[in-house]
């Protein structure tokens, strides 16, 4: 359970040093800090519930989202963010693992984001095709839609079905929200491979 030293303080009002009081429980593993002012109580919690208490406001995205919602095969151990306005990477360690925030854009950042409660936490995640557009925001740009098709299939190793299942009317929304060759791109690639081939298909 997550708990502010504010909490802490109210509920050690008895104790003549409370200070002392927190730092003995951390000392005792009873308490876990997170980030300066707030604790956890459970240390097997998983990190990916602690990321908006960490950093505030945030989304989990980038690798973490793509490997969470199985577009990229390997699993990621660092818990990453997506802020916006920050200006420069914030990166947070403690006992439940590694957190890294990175600005995107602000006319992209509420869209395609989902609030999940789960027992007394809540987390908030990009879409597949959100954290896609994101981690292209931040990569080295591309020059080409070879280039990309190099990017997303050999490098990232995103698995071509899983990436034939993302909804592209969602990325074509998000294309214009950026300002990345990339991304423009990737808005280019589906339109030559799937959109206008499904138009002609259809027609």
Known sequence: M????LNLKEKYIDFTDING???RDVDNGILFPIVRGI???NGNADGFLLTSYIYSPSYLSFEYALSFHNIIPERVVVYTNATFNKRKSKTYKNHFGLFTYRDVPKEAFPFFVQAYERDTYSYVIA???KALCDLLYIKQPVKSIKELKMLLFKDLRINKDAFEQLNFKDIMFLSNKYTSNSIKHLKKYIE???INDNNSANG
């Open 192 to 194: 030559s491979e799937y």
């Open 2 to 5: 997550i708990i502010t030293i």
């Open 21 to 23: 009081k927190i730092k």
């Open 39 to 41: 604790y956890e109580t």
């Open 127 to 129: 879409s597949p095709e």
